[in-house]
């Protein structure tokens, strides 16, 4: 069955602690994105990924970074830069429609992260 | 001003009521436009993308509008499981990224 798997469902982080959250699909999706929920707030895109080896800020990129050395996959760390984490994070993908995405994106079922 | 706005809601209507959410989007070249379900606590699902000659599934009819830009969508015979957070969504060929709204929440009574 084809789809995005994130984990783990929750996370708790600790002061000074990086933690990273996984992200995975098999829809064969070249596109990739990261999205940070906070209660009441629309989605706001930290990274994405149009292409393996390459990924571009979105517009709440400090405190996070993010890797792409596999298609499948689009691993987001959370570093100790980031001083609130505490939100829901979505993990999206899509495919792509020429040099430009625009078409539906297809979310993992979330992690949750909390500060000890 | 936000790129796309919705009116947070709630709207509470009863069972078989007919309920209308608008989406206003700031940026005339705007591309592509989708309407998202989000349960509570739940990862967003696409509903439906909205077509410029607007389109309908089942109960559920998107319409754009683009001289004015908005988009809309109506729900006919309201169910109770319509209950959820309805995102707006406009794909930015700008920035090449999806824009949501913070989203209209509609809370079906029996």
């Known amino acids: 069955d084809g789809g995005i798997t994130q984990s783990p469902k929750y996370l708790f982080r600790k002061e000074g602690q990086n933690v990273t959250l996984s992200c995975e699909q098999n829809l064969n999706h070249d596109a990739m994105y990261w999205y940070r929920q906070d209660p009441g707030q629309g989605l706001r895109l930290i990274y994405y990924s149009q292409i393996v080896n390459d990924f571009q800020k979105g517009d709440i990129a400090e405190g996070y970074s993010v890797s792409r050395e596999k298609k499948e996959s689009f691993p987001l760390t959370v570093t100790s830069a980031q001083k609130n984490p505490t939100a829901f994070y979505l993990c999206?993908?899509?495919?792509?429609?020429?040099?430009?995405?625009?078409?539906?994106?297809?979310f993992g079922d979330g992690t949750r992260l909390s500060i000890l | 001003r936000k790129e796309v706005e919705q009116d947070p809601g709630p709207f509470n209507v009863p069972e078989g009521a007919t309920v209308a959410f608008n989406c206003t989007y700031s940026?005339?070249?705007?591309?592509?436009f989708f309407w998202y379900r989000q349960d509570c606590r739940k990862e967003p699902k696409l509903l439906m993308s909205v077509y410029s000659s607007g389109n309908e599934d089942g109960r559920f009819t998107a319409q754009l509008n683009r001289a004015s830009q908005y988009i809309s969508l109506l729900i006919r015979d309201s169910k109770l499981s319509d209950s959820a957070t309805y995102l707006c969504v406009v794909f930015s060929g700008n920035t090449g990224k999806l824009i949501f709204g913070q989203g209209t929440t509609l809370q079906v009574k029996p």
């Open positions: 940026n005339s070249a705007s591309q592509s």
């Open positions: 999206a993908s899509s495919i792509l429609s020429g040099e430009t995405s625009n078409q539906p994106q297809h």
